[in-house]
């Protein structure tokens, strides 16, 4: 299986790539205690050969897209970097939706601004208003992208039937969906992907760290291949579909080689038979 991802037909992405949300502080809220650390795992993450960094303007929020920023401006050639709008977030760590047009327009320029950038690769709707049609919502990006300050168009938390809707009016090239070996409730979203050639983005794909601690089918393929937990959790998405573009999270140097290294494990048709 390719170890690229083509996205958009334009952009050639390693298929591991990085949720950058961990950077910031308890509960995704403010700077983190090390700022210094966070710079030096984005900085690690690019050295590891990672060139998707995926993040959002509720970040922090706003923090985490300074952060990337401050780590990586002026970016190496070939870096995609991925930011989303549609989510607020409170103090008291709400996650509330707003997909009015104008604000989608206000986050995307903000994110162009805090990012350093004239144009954003991949800018992604982060979850359906349910008091916004979502043509109304992508309808907006769709402008943004005429304009040249965005290139690509995708899709966060979505079905497949908003994602069908949204792809009438504007070209979508990904989705990014809750999915991991423990949580598959959007295999029909990731087989519409398939279907389509549309990039899959899976976040928590480790579930929220879960996979790490538990025992079973896990462990047992683990201690086979000699192989971290995570590790096999991560090479499992990348084997279970083509258009898989896993973004672990860390703000740990050390989970971050970790989770990076997944990418070298193979797995035997016996161990993803285990796994599934």
Same mark, same amino acid.
């Given at each position: ?15 591991? %790539?990085? !949720? ?9 809220? %403010? ?15 690019? $050295? =590891? ?13 706003? /923090?985490?897209? @300074?952060? /990337? ?9 070939? =870096?995609?970097?991925?930011?989303? +709008?549609? #989510? ?8 509330? $939706?707003? !997909? ?9 320029? +903000?994110? #162009? &601004? ?5 144009? /954003?690769?991949?800018?992604? =709707? ?11 919502? *992508?309808?907006?990006? &769709?402008?943004?992208?005429?304009? !040249?300050? /965005? ?8 079905? *497949? ?21 423990? $949580? ?12 389509? +050639?549309? &990039? ?48 672990? !999270?860390?703000?740990?140097?050390? @989970? #971050? ?9 193979? #797995?035997?048709?016996?161990? *993803?038979?285990? =796994?599934?």
């Amino acid at each position: 299986m390719a170890d690229t991802f083509l996205l958009g037909g334009d952009l050639e992405v390693n298929r591991l %790539g990085f !949720g950058a949300m961990r950077l910031c502080g308890p509960r995704i809220l %403010g700077w983190p205690r090390d700022r210094e650390n966070a710079l030096a795992v984005l900085r690690r993450a690019v $050295e =590891l050969g990672v060139n998707l960094i995926d993040t959002s303007n509720a970040y922090g929020p706003e /923090i985490n897209e @300074h952060q /990337i920023a401050e780590a990586l401006h002026p970016y190496r050639e070939g =870096l995609v970097i991925a930011t989303k +709008g549609g #989510l607020r977030r409170t103090r008291s760590g709400g996650w509330p $939706e707003d !997909g009015r047009p104008e604000k989608l327009r206000e986050a995307c320029e +903000g994110s #162009l &601004a805090r990012l350093r950038l004239d144009r /954003i690769d991949l800018y992604q =709707l982060h979850a359906p208003d349910p008091k916004v049609p979502i043509e109304e919502s *992508v309808g907006e990006l &769709a402008r943004l992208r005429e304009e !040249g300050k /965005i290139r690509h168009v995708g899709l966060s938390n979505v079905s *497949v039937g908003e994602l069908e809707r949204a792809h009438r009016v504007v070209p979508v090239v990904s989705v990014q969906n809750r999915y991991s070996l423990a $949580e598959r409730s959007s295999e029909d979203v990731l087989q519409a992907c398939e279907h389509e +050639g549309l &990039a899959f983005l899976p976040w928590f794909p480790l579930a929220s760290g879960s996979l790490t601690r538990q025992g079973g089918p896990v462990d047992q393929v683990a201690e086979t291949i000699g192989a971290t937990r995570a590790q096999v959790a991560l090479a499992w998405l990348l084997e279970h579909s083509p258009v898989m573009l896993p973004i672990p !999270g860390t703000s740990s140097l050390e @989970h #971050l080689d970790e989770n990076v290294a997944a990418r070298d494990v193979d #797995l035997s048709d016996e161990d *993803v038979a285990v =796994l599934s």
